[in-house]
């Protein structure tokens, strides 16, 4: 069995994607979910940074390029069935494009209504409208 | 926008899935990854106990039933999108079937070969087999 194995994945545009999972390695926070081609694994092996694939804009997505937020790889995990992936990294600046440092800052109540329980760490518009 | 929102999940049998991450709530160590479709999400919300769909048995997936090994959640939390789920939780036993406190108990290294980094927890015939 290949570690990951893409051949598990979900059908794409992309080719065959796995969940991917991007974990602040000093502090445990989960940060952002994504997905990986096999393409995008590597390439995040090779280079020691997090490289994704967007499933709305059909490309490799290299984690920062636009906004020099990037996410250095400290260590790969693959889970049992091989079939999703965990980067814990080194976050630049705030993972979430909404200025959060994670994308989870969104809290569900008992009652399934929802808030935003963090604070935002930048301002978007200072990081994508340069 | 409903949160999160099962009209962006992915089809399946159960209806619409979106990605779960589980994550302890006390040592950060993300646990295990799965899916939920909203009956799933509604009964995790309700009960405060992790439940999911398993794609494998095409049905709900109530986490430990069988093994004793119970996830009460602590904090649910939905991402930037509102397409992915964060589940904080307290397990019980080990997150994962085949023994080890976490899924993700195998380590990719750079050149792409994989190891067993975590001690397993518990015996999984000891769990499954009785």
Not at 1 to 13: D, R, V
Not at 21 to 49: C, H, P
């Amino acid at each position: 069995m290949p570690i990951p194995n893409f051949a598990k994945g979900t059908a794409s545009a992309g080719g065959s994607l796995l969940p991917a999972i991007a974990q602040d390695a000093t502090s445990g926070r989960v940060l952002m979910f994504a997905w990986m081609n096999e393409e995008a694994f590597r390439e995040s092996l090779k280079t020691g940074y997090a490289v994704y694939f967007s499933r709305s804009r059909g490309k490799l997505w290299r984690k920062g390029e636009t906004s020099g937020h990037q996410q250095k790889v400290i260590e790969i995990r693959v889970d049992c069935d091989a079939d999703a992936i965990l980067l814990r990294i080194e976050q630049t600046g705030a993972a979430c494009h909404e200025g959060f440092e994670s994308c989870f800052f969104r809290q569900v109540a008992k009652d399934g209504s929802s808030r935003i329980a963090d604070e935002r760490l930048v301002d978007p518009a200072t990081v994508y409208d340069k």
